[in-house]
């Protein structure tokens, strides 16, 4: 049901307004920040990293700073952000179109959905199939509904999709996994060897995976990232974008950051198996509290002016391309041209590649940019949203 109360009338023009600043340098953290999680399922996509029967003492401080830092939060961030470009977006094709030019964009917006849908699919099944572009893409049709709400009501539905989306992963997360996944055992080397197989034993587990999340995505990932796609909305037309929030909100989300971290740890550090499940719940809202300190943060450093966050604002800008660019990179890297990382690397091993890739990625945008206005993928894109729009 839409709100009487509306920002922007259905039939109205809109202002144009200039591109956010902060929002490329918030995507930009987002998309180095995503690598850093990735990386652990870009040689086994299903389990992800293999841990010690006994940890060693970096990968319990690596863990722990990213149950603080990393987890979730930069998949919670590109939610957030891409709610708000949504209406960004939106508004920019309406401006760009005679009167009355509503069900033109409305078409357009759709189209681009449709489109992101398709290269996830791509994407997940021939690529990497750890894909948050099927799921961005169906979320932000159901999102996209809502987009003539006040702030108000936004915040309050982004509520309601986000606590009801955890209930069924906490039933997700509460299923008992007998198997033992751990360095050298043989479920581990069962897995490595299919992992680094043939091109076509790998595609079979890709679509395995892909048809699992299909069923999986409309009873929980559809719903928990449509309301954060919600809250961006939200704190778009509350231009939070623009100005950051105000020092109670801030200290708010700090609160909450800290606290649902240290229960995170808590339990995932438990050797209780009901509280290290439900741990993956906690987790969840702590990466929200998380993601929405950085974007103040990164909001009050950049102050919207392109001289600052400067090389940020340009992988921002390169998102799309730089996104599945990591996918092919770790996948070649650990699954091809050295697939006995994955049973050498510790987690301080993981996040050094994170780290020097990240630097590679802050390098190429840079030099990319200065040839080009728009990247690849963003450009075809783009063009296909155009052209059948």
Request: overall charge positive.
């Amino acid at each position: 049901m839409i709100n009487s109360n509306t920002n922007m009338d259905e039939h109205s023009e809109p202002t144009p307004k200039k591109r956010l600043a902060n929002l490329d340098a918030i995507r930009g953290v987002g998309v180095l920040g995503i690598f850093f999680l990735n990386i652990y399922f870009m040689g086994n996509s299903f389990y992800g990293y293999a841990p010690h029967a006994v940890q060693p003492v970096s990968d319990i401080a690596i863990e722990l700073t990213s149950n603080f830092f990393l987890e979730g939060r930069f998949f919670s961030l590109f939610a957030i952000i891409f709610g708000a470009g949504m209406l960004i977006q939106f508004e920019k094709y309406q401006s760009q179109l005679a009167l009355p030019s509503a069900q033109k964009s409305l078409k357009q917006q759709k189209w681009r959905l449709y489109w992101l849908i398709l290269f996830g699919v791509i994407h997940g099944v021939f690529i990497f199939p750890g894909d948050i572009l099927l799921s961005y893409g169906v979320s932000g049709l159901l999102a996209f509904k809502y987009r003539y709400l006040d702030a108000d009501a936004l915040m309050r539905q982004a509520k309601w999709f986000i606590f009801l989306s955890l209930i069924p992963i906490a039933l997700i997360s509460l299923t008992p996994d007998e198997q033992v996944y751990l360095r050298g055992s043989a479920l581990f080397i069962e897995q490595l060897s299919a992992w680094t197989g043939s091109y076509s034993e790998q595609l079979l587990m890709h679509l395995m995976m892909f048809g699992y999340m299909i069923l999986v995505i409309p009873l929980t990932l559809m719903w928990f990232i449509a309301g954060l796609m919600l809250l961006g909305m939200a704190l778009y037309k509350r231009e939070v974008f623009s100005h950051g929030f105000d020092n109670i909100t801030v200290k708010k989300c700090i609160f909450w950051a800290v606290l649902l971290s240290v229960i995170d740890s808590l339990f995932s550090f438990s050797e209780n198996p009901m509280l290290v499940s439900f741990s993956d719940v906690v987790l969840l809202l702590s990466a929200i509290a998380c993601a929405l300190v950085y974007i103040h943060i990164i909001c009050l450093v950049c102050r919207n002016k392109p001289n600052r966050l400067t090389a940020l604002q340009n992988v921002g800008k390169l998102a799309f391309s730089l996104y599945i660019l990591q996918s092919i990179v770790g996948i070649l890297l650990l699954r091809y041209f050295a697939p006995q990382w994955q049973q050498e690397l510790d987690r301080i091993g993981y996040l050094s590649i994170a780290i020097i890739y990240s630097m590679v990625q802050l390098g190429l945008a840079q030099v990319y940019l200065r040839h080009f206005n728009q990247g690849p993928l963003e450009k075809l894109w783009r063009y296909l949203v155009l052209t059948r729009g």
